[in-house]
DNA sequence: CGTTTGCTTGACAGCATTCAACGTTGGTGG
DNA sequence: CCACCAACGTTGAATGCTGTCAAGCAAACG
């Protein structure tokens, strides 16, 4: 009941100047956004298929419900989050993505996009049509498979997710949280027991199924069982051990 | 935030006697399952990928975590609930599925199954290789395109689950349940606002993040209001507006 | 027909929410 | 450069919803 790393495109390993195209086969995200290997030639068909770096300011979005869908995004740098709205207004965070992960697939069922992606940072991302995603991965077995994996792997995520919601008490659900940011921070390079939260406490909450003062709480509670070190956003895990602890033996 | 139905195969129009083969070509269930217009030469290929049906006892697993993945199943009859468990033994179920629904998703990402699928009466599934329905897909682009949507839908849904999880209250959880439930089975023909639960109060709690009691506490607070009669599994809903009004004007 | 399993209801406790006040931070403009 | 403002975060007190524990009842099964 962890969510896992969900890949696929683009960022370059060394940009060059005003570079609007950005080649999958230089990118320094390529083993986490589409770990396939391929032929050279497929390779370059990949990079025809992905367009240029897209720019999104903190704030906006990228897409929204009810847009109509059209491509696949891959996080190149900066930090989203995706929210479902009711028809009353309460909305809930669905997720939080950060570089090398994708976001999007939930428009292929209805041809239109069913939650907002919107930027919590400066950001951008690459963007990968559907149509020709769908189009080259019936010519390449290897990127098939991976697009299902990748799909199936949204799907797991959010059965942990419900697990989560739907049987662990405050202080576990942000202790679950946590491990899963640093443990997707580590796999990109980032310390593993330090981090600075992108999200405001109401976001957390909100992604947690909890107020922002029980977020605010939870924090507190658990600094002061010397567990973490909180400043604010920047967070410190002293004993991560302890973090494990709370989720697997839950009740 | 509305569950979809996420159909694909078979189930015989007029099964002839002992019939272990079933064609989907001549399945009842292929509107739900999978509302893919093919050619007949295209249709046979889909017959020969499905393998007959398959029995699963009430209280059996047609799969279970850790089972190796290999197929996607389709709900021929009866009725199966997935649940995920944590390492610490709490569980949470994640879905309940009915005829011409298919499940397995949660296999391809890891080569194994995530979750337990177990039936809740006795069922037949029609058994899909995915191996081969992979395979048929890169042939046949309106496969393809039905199949992600499918995985599409599941995610959506999951969205919706979460919503559900984050932000209400019991009554509405419960609410929404019933409404999601009794639109699955009016499309299958059945009554709108008549229904027989196939699960216990335990398991629909546990999908709705609730206690066995509280949900029992719902039924009859909903029972009391008028809105419902409930006879133990036997529900009526007499009064779909005012479920309506309570999910979607929440807070 | 008895036993088991599932459902209902009550009383009480506990955890998260609500409401409110205060503190902190970062950005903006005087 | 500093003051101010707005957004964000922390903390306390009280309320309330859901969980827990327990008892009794109904239905299903052998």
Redesign the pocket.
């Known amino acids: 009941m962890e969510p896992q790393i969900t890949p696929i495109a683009c960022a370059p390993g060394a940009p060059t100047a005003q570079a609007l195209k950005v080649a999958c086969s230089n990118c320094n995200l390529r083993e986490l956004c589409l770990p396939v290997t391929l032929a050279e030639d497929e390779m370059q068909r990949l990079d025809s298929l992905v367009e240029g770096r897209k720019v999104i300011r903190r704030g906006e979005t990228l897409f929204r419900a009810g847009d109509t869908f059209h491509s696949i995004y891959a996080v190149r740098t900066g930090f989203f989050k995706t929210r479902v709205s009711a028809p009353d207004g309460r909305d809930q965070v669905t997720g939080f993505l950060m570089a090398g992960e994708l976001l999007g697939f939930d428009g292929i069922g209805t041809d239109r996009h069913t939650c907002d992606a919107v930027a919590l940072e400066d950001a951008q991302v690459c963007t990968i049509p559907f149509a020709q995603l769908e189009n080259l991965s019936r010519e390449f077995t290897p990127l098939q498979r991976q697009f299902h994996k990748i799909m199936s792997r949204e799907i797991v995520r959010d059965h942990g997710v419900m697990l989560l919601l739907g049987s662990?008490?405050?202080?576990?659900?942000l202790a679950a949280f946590l491990l899963n940011l640093t443990r997707r921070l580590h796999s990109r390079g980032f310390s593993a027991s330090e981090l600075v939260?992108r999200?405001?406490?109401?976001?957390i909450?909100s992604y947690l199924?909890?107020?922002?003062?029980?977020?605010?709480?939870?924090?507190?509670k658990l600094?002061d069982d010397g567990v973490l070190e909180?400043?604010?956003?920047q967070v410190r895990v002293l004993d991560e051990a302890a973090l494990r602890a709370l989720i697997d033996s839950g009740?």
């Open positions: 662990m008490r405050a202080e576990e659900r939260l999200m405001t406490r109401e976001e909450g199924g909890l107020k922002l003062e029980t977020v605010s709480r939870a924090f507190s600094q909180v400043k604010q956003r009740r």
